[in-house]
């Protein structure tokens, strides 16, 4: 047996004991832990020697990583932990799993330097005051090959029950089958192009439309590269939980083959949809399941492996079986699956935890993003930051005395940018020096309190804290991938005569931040049914140079899909009360030549009820639904079950939102759609300032801001009516715009427009 484990991972697995306990400590950001490492570093005397990579076996077992510090002159091995606050407030298991790790790296220190004895350090370093605090323990090299080796042996049956599924499952993988027989017209292809950029270790972008099997036939190949020892693990990300759905069955229908496929696939849901207890605190003290988490975490996750596909529910019986907490189970096994379907932000986020494990065991991972014209807006989100001043002042109001002056300096300092603009929205140069320094001022500050006396900050004043802490490590990776906007806040009455404003760091290319991702994983596969024009997904997604590209021909025919453009149309926002009677129309004319189900797809909620009462008012005979704001999941279950086969009427939807993308109404379920808008942005302060961003970096601003993404939209919900080779039906696309040529260029090869 051959393994290899990080020490972290090692430790973590063996000495970790006790509750678990989530109750937030204040802890030194990621810069602020660099800084401190790097200030505990610059201290010591020359000839110290920091970051030193270690390796030691034992049994067949590899274990590696990077001990922090090494002094020749003190003999002393040091392993630097930086803190905020009372050291003896940390949990007696975290102190533990510290001592462990240094023990670990003075074994690994003695076999490398044939050391006799040494002296093991922790050192903690204190952000706040700079000071150290050093606990040392003396060790002959055998004491702590002993600890090392007793480590290893309680790790030692568990790698080799690893090792041991590993070769099960790399053995079943290159016997597999593709599970239907023949693949699907364009399916081998992508399947092909997949496998290969996982084989030499390279990134793909690949459009593919519906009705090809883009989900399996892109787990398949990934699946086949891991039986050939390219990979290590595969993580299907989604933008939405139909994808995870996909993904799910794609994975069972693998498991109905002649043979047994040890295969262990994980779903990773939110943490609102698996908490059993969400009015109590991750802790032992508040939450049954936190008590005693990790003394019965062997034996639940032993019970987990049982089950070939953990998916929610699994998770769920596996972890109350065990009396844990199902949210925290699932996080644990994704150290131990094959598969881990879940959303875009545990690979792509900031704090993703796909991505830290990724880094810390060395893994090879391919990394699949559906559905991936989501990613760039869903990236721009995770990396943008708005500080809100009425939540300010509502966390001011109630903060504790010894707050009183960070959140006073701070609040001159708001005002003194607001007083400096003379419109409802201003783009700056970057956040003001003095405004960062106070806002650090008060992060540092509210960090001390919660060390001293964490029950004095209310809700408000830690819910601003973390919003602060958010966007103070943006403004620290701050770029011209990103804009610092100011936005005034519309007055509300006499409770909101004072005025306010909202600063943003905004971004609007999130290339820089994704990079390292793609940098992390082996592979990284990014397929979808729109993901034209090829350029602007690429800028906006910063994927590498070498990055392949795959445009798989789809399987339906022009004579399928009628479209048709109502070019005497405009739903220009001028014309929007003119447009209404030829929409309802063409709507009703067309519901008479063919009865059965529609969509139509409005540009917003409020021109979605003109459109609507129009409809009633002109052609009552018509049935209609319509899409409400804000529509929970059995409401939006109840829209989509008026599609029947033998049902008729005409269901309206805002584009762009839950029924415009991710649902299949096949056959006569849905026979056509009305697109009575180009999907355009709204043109707004905001917009504009993205439009030139991109105009500075690209010279194509408007196209960026608009047009890709409205066409994108607008695809995707045409896209709804052709779901199989079997079905046919019609599209009408609404407005005079469609006729220009920059727009019929982003529409499908395969469509035949009639204009």
């Known amino acids: 047996m051959t393994y290899i484990v990080a020490v972290r991972t090692l430790c973590e697995f063996t000495a970790r004991r006790g509750d678990l306990d989530l109750r937030f400590t204040p802890a030194p950001s990621a810069l602020e832990g660099i800084a401190g490492h790097q200030a505990v570093t610059a201290r010591r005397a020359s000839g110290y020697e920091a970051e030193i990579t270690l390796t030691g076996t034992h049994g067949g077992l590899t274990v590696r990583g990077r001990a922090d510090g090494y002094d020749p002159a003190l003999n002393r091995l040091e392993e630097i932990k930086t803190h905020r606050g009372d050291l003896e407030r940390m949990p007696a298991n975290h102190r533990a799993l510290h001592w462990a790790q240094a023990l670990v790296y ?29 606990l040392t323990e003396q060790h002959t090299a055998a004491s702590l090959r002993a600890f090392f080796e007793d480590q290893c042996e309680r790790f030692i049956a568990w790698a080799a029950r690893e090792e041991a599924h590993r070769e099960a499952r790399n053995a079943a993988l290159n016997a597999l089958r593709f599970p239907y027989g023949e693949f699907r017209s364009g399916q081998r292809e992508l399947s092909v192009a997949v496998f290969r950029a996982a084989r030499d270790g390279h990134c793909l972008m690949a459009q593919a439309p519906t009705g090809i099997g883009k989900t399996l036939g892109t787990i398949f190949p990934l699946l086949k590269a891991c039986g050939a020892d390219h990979l290590d693990r595969v993580f299907f990300l989604t933008a939405k939980t139909p994808g995870r759905a996909l993904a799910l069955e794609a994975v069972e229908s693998l498991h109905r083959g002649e043979t047994t496929l040890p295969l262990r696939t994980l779903e990773l849901v939110a943490r609102d949809k ?9 802790d032992g003290e508040s939450c049954p399941l936190a008590r005693g988490f990790y003394d019965r975490l062997p034996a639940a996750r032993d019970t987990a492996l049982q089950a070939r596909t953990l998916d929610r529910a699994a998770v769920r019986e596996a972890a109350l079986a065990h009396g844990i907490c199902p949210y925290y189970l699932a996080q644990e096994m994704a150290r131990w699956c094959d598969i881990v379907i879940g959303d875009y932000n545990y690979y792509f986020d900031s704090s993703a935890m796909l991505y830290a494990l990724t880094q810390l065991n060395g893994w090879r991972v391919a990394v699949l993003a559906d559905e991936a014209h989501n990613l760039p807006d869903r990236a721009r989100r995770m990396y943008s930051a708005t500080l809100d001043q009425h939540a300010f002042r509502g966390a001011r109001h109630t903060a504790p005395t010894a707050l009183k002056k960070p959140f006073d300096r701070l609040s001159r300092e708001w005002n003194a940018l607001n007083r ?5 929205y201003d783009v700056l140069p970057e956040v003001p020096p003095k405004l960062q320094s106070a806002l650090q001022n008060l992060i540092a500050s509210i960090g001390d309190q919660l060390a001293e006396t964490p029950q004095s900050v209310d809700e408000n004043a830690l819910r601003f804290y973390f919003d602060a802490l958010h966007f103070m490590s943006l403004v620290e990776q701050f770029g011209d991938h990103s804009i610092v906007d100011v936005t005034l806040e519309a007055q509300q009455g006499a409770a909101r005569a004072k005025p306010a404003t909202q600063i943003c760091v905004r971004n609007v290319i999130p290339a820089p931040f994704l990079k390292p991702r793609y940098a992390a994983a082996r592979a990284t596969i990014v397929f979808s049914g ?35 453009v109502a070019h005497h149309v405009s739903t220009r926002w001028r014309d929007r009360e003119r447009s209404l009677e030829p929409i309802v129309d063409l709507i009703a004319q067309q519901y008479a030549a063919r009865p059965g189900n529609y969509l139509g797809f409005l540009s917003s909620f409020d021109y979605l009820q003109r459109v609507a009462g129009s409809m009633r008012e002109r052609h009552p005979h018509v049935p209609i639904w319509t899409q409400e704001p804000r529509m929970d999941e059995t409401a939006r279950d109840a829209f989509l079950a008026r599609f029947t086969t033998s049902g008729a009427g005409v269901g309206f939807a805002v584009l762009g939102g839950a029924f415009s993308e991710g649902i299949d109404l096949v056959g006569e379920r849905l026979v056509g759609a009305f697109i009575a808008t180009l999907g355009l942005p709204q043109m707004n302060d905001v917009n504009e300032q993205m439009r030139r961003t991109f105009d500075a970096q690209f010279g194509n601003g408007y196209d960026y801001a608009y047009l890709y993404p409205g066409m994108q939209k607008v695809v995707q919900a045409a896209g709804r009516v052709i779901r199989t080779e079997q079905d046919a039906g019609v599209v009408h696309l609404i407005d005079d715009r469609y006729r220009r040529a920059d727009v019929k260029r982003l529409l499908p090869r395969w469509w035949k427009v009639v204009t």
């Open 106 to 134: 003075g074994h690994l220190l003695c076999e490398a330097r044939a050391l006799d004895e040494l002296t093991v350090a922790l050192v903690y370093f204190d952000i706040a005051d700079q000071k150290e605090t050093v």
């Open 274 to 282: 698996a908490c059993e207890h969400p009015d109590n605190s991750c």
């Open 420 to 424: 400096e603009r003379d419109a409802a």
């Open 530 to 564: 729109t993901l034209s024009p090829q350029h602007f997904y690429r800028d906006m997604l910063g994927l590498p140079d070498e990055t392949g590209w795959l445009d798989v021909e789809g399987p339906f025919r022009a004579e399928q899909l009628d479209v048709h």
